[in-house]
């Protein structure tokens, strides 16, 4: 019984999405009534930190406008243009600087005027 609903939880733990909530009383309750141990509890806790910890790193770095409560208990709006990595974008457009010379290396532009290639009288 206690191996069936350690599997059922863990189950439902990887098939939650990430903007789940935290255990609540209850559910903690029922796990220990039903055998689980205090460190699967806690373990099960921490994992749920990391992840908030994780989606909270993620909503900062993004584009957007964010609603947050201040320490006095005012909303305040935020905007953002996101985090963004400097150096990895920086590193992106040399890669794109070098492939464009790179596409650029081996065309012959030829400006020479001849009587077949001159301009026509209609341009």
Avoid at 54 to 79: D, K, W
Wanted: proline share 3%; aromatic share 4%; hydrophobic share 40%.
């Amino acid at each position: 019984m206690k191996i069936t609903l350690m599997f059922i939880i863990c189950c439902l733990g990887w098939l939650a999405p990430a903007t789940s909530g935290a255990l609540t009383v209850e559910e903690i309750l029922l796990l220990k009534q039903n055998g689980v141990s205090e460190e699967t509890v806690q373990m099960m806790l921490q994992s749920e930190i990391q992840a908030r910890a994780l989606q909270n790193r993620a909503a900062e770095q993004s584009m957007g406008i964010q609603t947050i409560t201040r320490p006095g208990g005012r909303s305040a709006i935020v905007y953002s243009t996101g985090g963004g990595d400097q150096d990895a974008h920086d590193a992106n457009e040399r890669l794109k600087e070098q492939q464009a010379w790179e596409m650029l290396r081996y065309i012959i532009v030829d400006t020479r005027m001849t009587r077949d290639r001159g301009p026509r009288p209609e341009d």
